[in-house]
């Protein structure tokens, strides 16, 4: 009978062939550990404590500014409730608990308490959505804002209607003032703006509502 043997492998091209396999896995192995290291080292260099100082300070400066304007938008808004109470009163139970929601919107933004109008004694009521209190008193580091000077008193309607329609608009435009500026605000004072900023959506809607 006539047998054939399988072939057999060369012993010494096994040999090499796994050395091969191994030496790729190596260096493949090798340049992802090296990739990774160099995010982390970009990582590490970006997030340095000099460089959170800096951020941090520039943060704090920004902040200030916005703080200062919006407690100057808020004081022109309440010069013009102000105003339109003085020249309506009759709307003052309307327009009274909108008025003392805008003046504790203007001490969050660290402006100064602005005294309450002639038009009568707020009924402490809230009208609207309140701002966050949590996010309402200007961090200890940052720089206080400037505090806004009395705004002159607007001319107001002699039509009670048309005089809350321009209160809404205002309501409006110094609510998407607050929306624009919290885009660039940091985490805790962008809170705080969309908070008032809801509120002021809320205020100019019940402001051209009849019978609210």
Known sequence: MITTDAPTEDPGKSHVHNVALTRRRTLLAGSVL???ALLLTGCSEDSGPGRGRKDAA?????????????A??????????????????GLGGRLRPLRAEVARHAAAFGAAPAPSTSAGPSDGTSAGPRADSSASAPPASSPAPSMPSAPSAPAVPPDEKQARTDLAAAE???ADARVTALMSATPELARLLASVAAAGAAHAYLLTVDGA
């Open 72 to 89: 100057r938008d808020t004081a022109a808004l309440l010069a013009r409730y102000d105003a339109t109470l003085d020249a309506h009163p």
């Open 58 to 70: 520039a943060d704090a400066a920004a902040d200030a500014r916005l703080r200062g304007q919006a």
């Open 34 to 36: 090296g990739g990774t």
């Open 172 to 174: 409006r435009r110094t």
